[in-house]
């Protein structure tokens, strides 16, 4: 399976791939993330048609974002 790499892009970039997986899983789909083999801090994500390689650091930053707007 090819996963495309997002860690060198930008955080905006890789924000509208989390929202992408996001309306998947809220649509049911089953989310799977894994370390990578590759060592901290690389995580794979797997969605659907969405086969990604980031780090789990901007993943956990979005995922905070996320949180502090469904407190507003």
């Not at 060592?39 to 901007?58: K, N």
């Amino acid at each position: 399976m090819h996963r495309n790499s997002i860690i060198d892009k930008p955080d905006e970039e890789k924000e509208k791939v989390y929202n992408q997986i996001q309306a998947h899983y809220l649509k049911g789909k089953t989310v799977k993330l894994r370390e990578h083999k590759g060592g901290f801090p690389a995580v794979t994500v797997d969605c659907e048609d969405i086969h990604i390689l980031t780090d789990i650091i901007s993943l956990e930053q979005w995922w905070g974002k996320q949180k502090q707007k469904e407190r507003r």
